[in-house]
């Protein structure tokens, strides 16, 4: 920390004057990367203070949340509680078993009980069944993620005007968008089919942290059909970014980030000479090589 920014020289962008930069994240550490660390960072510092001993927290059976937290567990001194979505399936899948591997332990809810996982109700039947625990939300976002992810844009050592980064929760937009300064504007690429909803997220995430900003916005138009879902026009991207930028990109969130910062600037939404920061989150690297394009 800070992460490290370079420049993209991309022939693409000439026309416009846009420069682009990319804030990577992803180089935080190799198991607790990007956004994870962000949102992580000041919930770790919350439970030690509190006297926990024990993190809880919930995903699917694929969540990199649940691997990133297993792996913070691991590190910093906690035991570690994933509630995982749906039933257990033997053997488990990469990220369960790395998630076991750092010492977490695995409890299953059904998906009827789960989508009511923040009621006060299914939260004290946890405390009954599986002891006291801090509780970190499903994505880690709450108002000391934002927290963390608002130190983000203080990191960046020049003038820029927009900063995107992708969205699945609103949490990292929620917390890049207070830490702006001036006329700053970020902008979340929703990794999510019908994403419009993420901006109500946004709302109330920023809401708990005591202030409210009007300086982001969410594009719903580049999520390939949904999460974790990819064609070969995103592919292709993909491929071609590499290959000019020796860099591959996660499919699943900064793919399509970049897809869409690219189609911006041949829109003309960027004003000629803009100064771009897209942060790459390694939000989706530990996604299973093997798993369905379109799995959910």
């Known amino acids: 920390m800070p992460s490290p920014i370079s420049q993209v020289l991309d022939e693409r962008l000439a026309p416009s004057g846009v420069r682009l930069h990319l804030k990577r994240d992803d180089l935080i550490h190799p198991e607790i990367p990007g956004n994870k660390w962000r949102k992580l960072k000041y919930n770790l510092a919350a439970a030690r ?31 570690t509680i994933g509630v995982i979505r749906g039933e257990e399936h033997l053997p488990l899948n990469p990220t369960l078993a790395y998630a076991t591997g750092r010492g ?9 009980t789960y989508r009511a996982k923040t009621s006060p109700q299914v939260i ?7 002891g006291d625990f801090y509780l970190v939300p499903e994505g880690g976002s709450n108002a000391l993620a934002l927290r963390g992810c608002a130190e983000l844009p203080g990191e960046i050592p020049f003038a820029f005007d927009h900063i995107c980064c992708p969205t699945g929760t609103g949490g990292t937009l929620a917390g890049i968008a207070l830490g702006l300064a001036g006329e700053q504007r970020a902008i979340g690429f929703s990794a999510l089919k019908g994403g419009a909803f993420l901006a109500g997220g946004v709302r109330r995430l920023q809401a ?17 059909g949904g999460y974790a879902r990819r064609n070969a026009e995103l592919d292709d991207f993909a491929r071609d970014f590499e290959e000019r ?6 499919w699943v969130y900064v793919a399509k980030m970049l897809y869409g910062v690219f189609a911006l600037v041949r829109a003309g939404r960027f004003p000629p000479g803009s100064v771009v920061v897209a942060v790459i989150t390694g939000s989706g690297q530990f996604e299973d090589p093997h798993r369905p394009a379109h799995a959910i």
């Not at 203070?49 to 691997?67: K, M, Q, V």
């Open 104 to 112: 977490m332990r695995l409890h299953y809810l059904d998906r009827t």
């Open 124 to 130: 004290a039947g946890l405390r009954r069944t599986l």
């Open 208 to 224: 708990e942290y005591g202030r409210v900003t009007d300086n982001w916005s969410v594009e719903t138009d580049h999520h390939f």
């Open 245 to 250: 930028h020796a860099m591959p990109l996660d």
């Open 49 to 79: 203070e509190r006297g926990h001993r024990t993190l809880l927290t919930f995903g699917g059976a694929h969540s990199n949340h649940i691997r990133a937290v297993a792996a913070a567990g691991h590190y910093f001194g906690f035991a």
